[in-house]
């Protein structure tokens, strides 16, 4: 499968984007849907997760009570929506996916990954 992550950009704190990662496939739903982030010298990190059922979210602490994930199968989608943004949360956000069931926190259960898309928030 081929991901297609859009939406980051240049926000101030306190701004709100949305994230969209598009997939070519459709047995898009038999995936299960992270999302990570890497920020610059630093290792990639998690952020959400989302079964292939729709189960979780799972978020990470960082992120909990701000980001929320989503999926809608029918447009072969899942999107963040991340809301309260700080300068912390800058960093290239990847959109990864995997066959096998349930949930993961690490980059390396998934096989699949989009190309980024840049975050930056400033003060």
């Known amino acids: 499968v081929q991901l297609q992550a859009c939406g980051g950009g240049l926000v101030q704190a306190g701004d709100s984007l949305r994230l969209s990662c598009a997939a070519s496939?459709?047995?898009?739903?038999?995936?299960?849907m992270g999302w990570f982030r890497q920020a610059p010298g630093k290792e990639r990190e998690f952020v959400a997760a989302?079964?292939?059922?729709?189960?979780?979210?799972y978020y990470a602490d960082s992120v909990k009570g701000r980001f929320t994930m989503s999926r809608d199968n029918a447009k072969n989608t899942v999107y963040l929506q991340m809301n309260s943004l700080k300068p912390e949360d800058t960093a290239v956000y990847y959109c990864?996916?995997?066959?096998?069931?349930?949930?993961?926190?690490?980059?390396?259960?998934?096989?699949?990954w989009g190309q980024g898309t840049l975050v930056t928030v400033s003060s």
């Open positions: 990864a996916a995997d066959r096998r069931l349930g949930l993961s926190l690490a980059p390396n259960d998934y096989y699949y």
């Open positions: 496939e459709r047995t898009f739903s038999g995936y299960r």
């Open positions: 989302i079964d292939r059922t729709g189960g979780g979210p």
